[in-house]
């Protein structure tokens, strides 16, 4: 999936206004401007409309993380240039402090159907030999899931 659309998504689903971007952003250490989160949250057949840049929303997701579970203590991490869905997923996990147990339900209130066994292999290291891809049908999901959840099933 692309950032700009999972950015879009997570703003609906914690219903964030720009200063509360802004905030998330912050929490990273990551400094923003009002226009440019307007410019990413376009959709990409709007006029304006930015692709925001892997290593900009890994900062967001990681701000995401600090603001939700709060700062680890020491440097905080760098942010990934070139982010992933497995990626996407794992942060997002952490942020809302999902087990896999909690994940399998926000996917099946999505009516996506998902065992443990293929969840475990999308959180395994690339060169295990049981890792998968996360695909943009399980994120999509996912988020769905946490839509429902925090939104209700609107």
């Not at 971007?21 to 990551?30: D, G, K, N, P």
């Not at 989160?37 to 993380?65: H, M, R």
């Not at 996407?88 to 159907?113: C, G, M, N, Q, T």
Request: aromatic letters at 8%; one cysteine or more; hydrophobic letters at 40%.
């Amino acid at each position: 999936m692309k950032s700009n659309d999972i950015l879009r998504r997570i703003r609906y689903i914690l219903d964030l206004d720009d200063k509360k971007m802004i905030e998330v952003f912050a929490h990273a250490e990551q400094k923003v401007a009002r226009t440019q989160i307007i410019a990413w949250l376009k959709q990409d057949t709007d006029e304006g409309y930015l692709s925001c840049p892997d290593v900009v929303f890994a900062s967001f997701l990681n701000g995401l993380i600090n603001q939700r579970r709060g700062k680890k203590e020491g440097a905080q991490p760098e942010p990934e240039s070139k982010l992933n869905n497995n990626a996407v997923l794992r942060k997002l996990k952490i942020a809302f402090d999902l087990p896999a147990e909690d994940i399998l339900a926000l996917l099946a209130s999505a009516d996506f159907e998902f065992s443990k066994a293929e969840l475990s292999a999308l959180f395994r290291r690339p060169s295990h030999k049981h890792y998968r891809d996360c695909k943009d049908q399980v994120l999509r999901n996912f988020l769905k899931g946490l839509q429902i959840k925090y939104r209700g099933a609107n």
